[in-house]
């Protein structure tokens, strides 16, 4: 069973420039939810999608934005990146059905903002 | 607030010492709790989970943890680490119907061999 797929892995963009980032969850979840991981603040709350609704988000500005697909992939956006947008960003998933709500994480994607 | 405080950032270890990691939540409402492992360049992996049932859980590679829920507290352990257990651990709690995860700030163990 192949697990959370994120793509690109890793990314090099300028400041000012936006920037979109792809996730294929786990065949059968419809629940995904991204993170922003950096070292100072951790790992951070961005989005929650459910059957293409957005169910929760985090507090980040309104440059952070995202989607989900009617066959559960995710993608979510950058806009005017800014040098602090540095991080990994996770993106995880979820069958909604379990009781235990676990996540399944991919293995991020690597942002960078020079 | 929703918080989750981790109190070991950094903890280095000999193989077959104990482990005890603390982890604190802040959370209205019934929680879900989590430690989630992640291995030097790999993804984030659950360890174990507490939804309800014996507070006591045990995980992959023989850690556990307790819940008490008097203290808000869910602490993971391990008798006896292995070099192999050198990872970033993360303490995570989420409520009822969301997927929200509130993280702690991870602790780096660093297990010497």
């Known amino acids: 069973k192949a697990g959370v797929t994120q793509t690109p892995r890793y990314l090099i963009k300028t400041r000012g420039q936006q920037v979109t980032l792809s996730c294929s969850p786990i065949?059968?979840?419809?629940?995904v939810s991204w993170y922003q991981q950096t070292p100072g603040q951790g790992l951070q709350f961005l989005f929650e999608?459910?059957?293409?609704?957005?169910?929760n988000k985090g507090n980040f500005p309104g440059r952070f934005s995202g989607r989900q697909f009617s066959n559960s992939r995710s993608e979510m956006n950058v806009s005017t990146l800014e040098l602090g947008d540095s991080a990994l960003y996770l993106c995880a998933s979820s069958r909604d059905r379990d009781r235990g709500r676990e996540a399944f994480f991919g293995q991020g994607t690597r942002l960078t903002v020079v | 607030a929703q918080s989750v405080s981790q109190h070991n950032h950094h903890v280095i270890l000999s193989e077959a010492a104990s482990l005890e990691l603390g982890c604190n939540y802040s959370y209205g409402g019934t929680v879900n709790l989590f430690w989630y492992v992640q291995y030097p360049g790999q993804h984030l992996q659950l360890l174990l989970k507490?939804?309800?049932?014996?507070?006591l859980v045990k995980g992959i590679k023989g850690f556990e943890a307790e819940f008490i829920k008097s203290k808000f507290s869910f602490n993971l352990r391990k008798p006896s680490v292995q070099w192999s257990d050198t990872a970033e651990y993360f303490c995570a709690v989420n409520g009822i119907g969301t997927y929200k995860y509130i993280f702690g700030t991870g602790t780096r163990l660093k297990v010497l061999a």
């Open positions: 507490y939804f309800s049932g014996d507070p």
């Open positions: 999608y459910f059957s293409e609704t957005q169910r």
């Open positions: 065949s059968g979840h419809r629940s």
